[in-house]
């Protein structure tokens, strides 16, 4: 009873109280909320995704949110202990949850992250196939009909524009992608960030920090990924906002390789679509020379 | 006129020789045995989301899985289901479309989404009704 007058109070004052714990989801869900929620950006653009962890402030900050939605997929580690200081009222959303897992393999790939991030383990960029950013729209939409059963028809509405601009946004990364030579398409990059994108788009992935941004690589992983860049004449590598850059800087003067404009990786930007259109851009300009 | 001594005494008996069968077939009966229970294995049941994207406006399209049928109205492109898959990841499903009279050869873009397995679609091509079986694999091994 307390909780559903609660969830009336916070309908009725200014929508749905809700949170997002992560920049890109935020804008998804202010897309298929519209005006009917008010949400609390906890994950700002320009966190590291990786090494956030909630402060005592963010957690009152959301408190009165119904739904705070996650990314999934591992990224948060911290959800079991968010969990706990919840109230009655709040429900942790992982948008990612409908998303086929997609784990680091020994095929393609270089590793020399961190131990959480080992082969085997799984790659919690999911966002970077646009069609999975699809799958996250609907669990969002489901999410917020449920604690707004009013909003039902609005959710649908929006929703189903989200996903018309999504399926637009994917069309549009296919035709960019075809305008490289598909001999060409090898993307080399900091970390194992770029393993989704590679396989919904048809390329081959070279990580040569692993999945961690951190950049801590030791001489042993150096020269490895030294050694795989000369073998496979890879041409470019990419870097990554946010990540340390030396580290792929010294690896490739040594491979003699050309740095291209930098990719970002761990979506820690506002606006999903324009960091897919950015990052697509700067892979067909660093690729199709 | 009174009954003879013989008749007088049977009488009463007859509705206990009535009784006798009866009474026999519940002192007599065999002990009850249970039937072994046949182990009814049923597939997990997931989630999905079936989308439908078509070249021309359809009056109905029906998605049917074993005995369970899903039915789309001509402004519905999208449902949740649940259906069973069982360990081989063979799931086979019939398609039935049917387009108003006069529509051109026409497409239907079925997409399956389950939840954590990858995507399926299948294209549908008919002139006025079609029913199409599509078999969709997915692999299953952890």
């Known amino acids: ?289 | 006129m009174t009954p003879s001594p013989l008749l007088s005494t049977l009488i009463p008996l007859i509705p206990l020789a009535a009784m006798a069968w009866p009474l026999h077939r519940i002192i007599h009966q065999e002990a009850f045995q249970q039937k072994p229970e046949i182990e009814v294995k049923r597939s997990p049941t997931r989630r999905a989301d079936v989308s439908l994207r078509a070249a021309h406006p359809f009056l109905e399209v029906n998605v049917t899985i074993g005995e369970a049928n899903w039915s789309f109205a001509s402004d519905e492109s999208l449902k949740e289901i649940y259906f069973p898959l069982d360990d081989s990841g063979n799931l086979v499903l019939a398609v039935n479309a049917t387009w108003p009279k006069g529509t051109p050869e026409s497409a239907l873009f079925v997409e399956f989404m389950p939840d954590e397995l990858e995507t399926r679609n299948h294209t549908v091509w008919g002139l006025e009704e079609i029913t199409e079986e599509v078999e969709f694999h997915w692999d299953l091994t952890p």
Request: proline share 5%; net charge positive; charged share 20%.
């Open chain 1, 1 to 289: 009873m307390k909780a559903l007058l609660f969830a009336l109070l916070t309908l009725t004052a200014h929508g749905l109280d809700v949170a997002s714990l992560h920049p890109l989801i935020t804008d998804i869900v202010n897309q298929v909320g519209g005006n009917r929620i008010s949400i609390v950006p906890v994950g700002k653009p320009g966190m590291d995704v990786h090494q956030f962890q909630p402060k005592p402030s963010d957690v009152r900050d959301m408190a009165k949110a119904r739904i705070i939605f996650a990314s999934g997929k591992g990224l948060e580690p911290y959800l079991g202990d968010l969990k706990d200081s919840l109230q009655a009222h709040q429900i942790i959303v992982e948008v990612g949850r409908t998303v086929p897992s997609q784990k680091v393999s020994s095929d393609d790939q270089i590793y020399s992250c961190c131990p959480n991030h080992a082969l085997g383990g799984i790659d919690p960029h999911w966002w970077h196939n646009v069609r999975y950013m699809e799958r996250a729209v609907r669990v969002i939409e489901k999410a917020l009909a449920e604690a707004d059963p009013a909003g039902k028809a609005t959710y649908a509405a929006n929703s189903k524009a989200a996903v018309a601009r999504l399926l637009q946004l994917d069309r549009w990364v296919k035709g960019q992608v075809a305008t490289i030579p598909k001999a060409k398409r090898h993307l080399v990059s900091s970390h194992a960030a770029f393993g989704y994108f590679c396989k919904a788009y048809g390329f081959k992935a070279t990580f040569v920090q692993g999945l961690s941004a951190e950049g801590e690589v030791s001489a042993a992983q150096l020269a490895e990924s030294i050694k795989t860049l000369r073998a496979e004449r890879i041409p470019v590598v990419f870097p990554e906002v946010n990540a340390n850059p030396k580290v792929l800087g010294q690896i490739a003067k040594q491979s003699g390789t050309a740095i291209a404009n930098p990719l970002i990786a761990d979506g820690s930007v506002a606006s999903y679509q324009n960091m897919m259109m950015a990052n697509v851009k700067n892979i067909v300009t660093g690729l199709r020379k």
